[in-house]
């Protein structure tokens, strides 16, 4: 593990640091200032080669320490520096030999660097070696009986300098880790609020296409129908024929109608769901709305199977599907046979309408599919189905739509279309 002072300063109650120096770069300036004070005038033998030596050898030990921890501190340099430092600091030691003092701060200071600075088993390392150097030189100085109160000063001071410097780099580890994760933390949340926002974008987009198919499926539904009932009274009227009255009196019924689907749908923003009492009474509803305004058309609609046991949403999704593909044929395909068919099984639902138009057989590219077909194809696919609209050989449209059925619906008879075509043509003329 490469050696970092960087622990070595210790932030303030604002969260930056101490310049030139930290709080422990000052504590251990002045701790090598009164040592060598101490050294300087405790000894009464020191001579002037001692006291020249002791004096740059401190001063040097100090301009090291600055290197070390206000200067770039890369790996190499940091070692170096290290080492250098921990020469000098034995080499003062030795002073005490040529008429210099002893300096006895010195190295439990060095010892706090390397504390500080380093894992704690290098730590240890040279930490250990500073302190044997230290003790040998005591024992070879010292003699009679100061020599053993010496070493009790000397053991336990550098023990509780070594402890707590490895405690406050350990703290400090915990700092920067603490740091760190609160760094990424922000990163997540920013990364979150990101998503958030796409998320609800894209639920603002999919609302949009959702309002989008409602108010075509309805709406739509309603005011072609009666723009074709209104056209058909005009030429009716031009003929004096007598079934303008039935025929405007269709047409306000869907108005009706249509202005109550825009009442349901104000107030839900989601039109009621005509197939949650009879499924296939609404198919045959629109199939008799469809006959009202095109007599001239015959239609034939076919249920097999379970359709009303269906899901809500699919139910719903299968009857705009209808509804859609029979307002294209009264717009665009003139036919005379139209075969809507919805066979419901374990597993999927498959609805075709098929019709004998001219579409198909011109190729007239002014009727290719449109928004209808665009918003028919996407509720299905929220659904996990598909849906194709496209001209038979020769002549005619078919639309054919498949959605897949969780495995619970169970095989029903036939349902007879005439009698759903003629209960509710009898409904509605009641």
């Known amino acids: 593990m490469q050696p970092s002072l960087s622990s070595f300063r210790v932030p303030t109650s604002q969260g930056g640091s101490w310049d030139p120096s930290s709080l422990m770069d000052i504590a251990a300036y002045v701790s090598v200032g009164i040592g060598y004070l101490v050294a300087v005038v405790a000894n009464t033998g020191l001579t002037p080669l001692g006291l020249i030596l002791q004096t740059i050898g401190s001063v040097a030990w100090l301009w090291l320490f600055w290197q070390l921890t206000v200067t770039d501190r890369a790996p190499r340099r940091t070692l170096l520096l290290t080492l250098a430092m921990i020469a000098l600091t034995i080499a003062i030691e030795q002073l005490a030999w040529l008429g210099g003092g002893f300096d006895w701060l010195l190295p439990m200071v060095m010892v706090s660097v390397i504390a500080m600075g380093y894992p704690i088993g290098r730590a240890l390392l040279l930490g250990g070696g500073i302190w044997l150097v230290t003790v040998l030189t005591l024992l070879g100085l010292d003699s009679g009986r100061s020599m053993i109160s010496d070493l009790m000063l000397v053991v336990p001071g550098f023990i509780f300098i070594f402890g707590f410097s490895a405690v406050v780099r350990y703290q400090f580890e915990l700092r920067e880790r603490a740091e760190a994760l609160v760094a990424q933390l922000e990163v997540a949340q920013e990364q979150l609020r990101a998503h ?23 709406l739509g539904h309603y005011l072609t129908l009666l723009a074709v009932q209104l056209e058909t009274a005009l030429k009716l009227e031009a003929h004096g024929d007598a079934r303008l009255h039935a025929e405007l009196t269709e047409a306000r019924r869907v108005a009706t109608e249509c202005l109550g689907e825009v009442r349901r749908s104000v107030a839900a923003l989601r039109p009621a769901d005509p197939t949650a009492r009879s499924f296939g009474e609404a198919l045959a509803r629109v199939v008799a709305e469809f006959e009202a305004a095109l007599p001239e058309t015959e239609i034939v609609l076919d249920i097999e199977g379970p359709a009303q046991d269906l899901p809500p949403e699919r139910r719903m999704a299968l009857y705009r599907c209808a509804q859609e593909s029979l307002t294209n044929v009264r717009k665009h395909a003139h036919a005379t046979k139209v075969l809507v068919r919805l066979r419901v099984d374990d597993h999927t639902a498959d609805l075709t309408v098929l019709d004998n138009g001219d579409a198909g057989a011109t190729g007239d590219k002014e009727h290719e599919p449109g928004f209808g077909l665009l918003g028919m194809r996407e509720r ?48 509605d003329a009641q």
């Open 380 to 427: 299905i696919a929220l659904l996990g189905g598909t849906a194709t609209a496209a001209p038979e050989p020769g002549h005619g449209w078919r639309v054919e739509v498949c959605l897949p059925l969780p495995p619970r619906l169970a095989a029903a008879p036939a349902v007879s279309a005439g009698e759903l075509v003629a209960a509710t043509a009898a409904g």
């Open 196 to 218: 958030a926002r796409e998320a609800e974008e894209l639920a603002v987009s999919r609302e949009r296409n959702r309002m989008a198919r409602e108010i075509h499926d309805t």
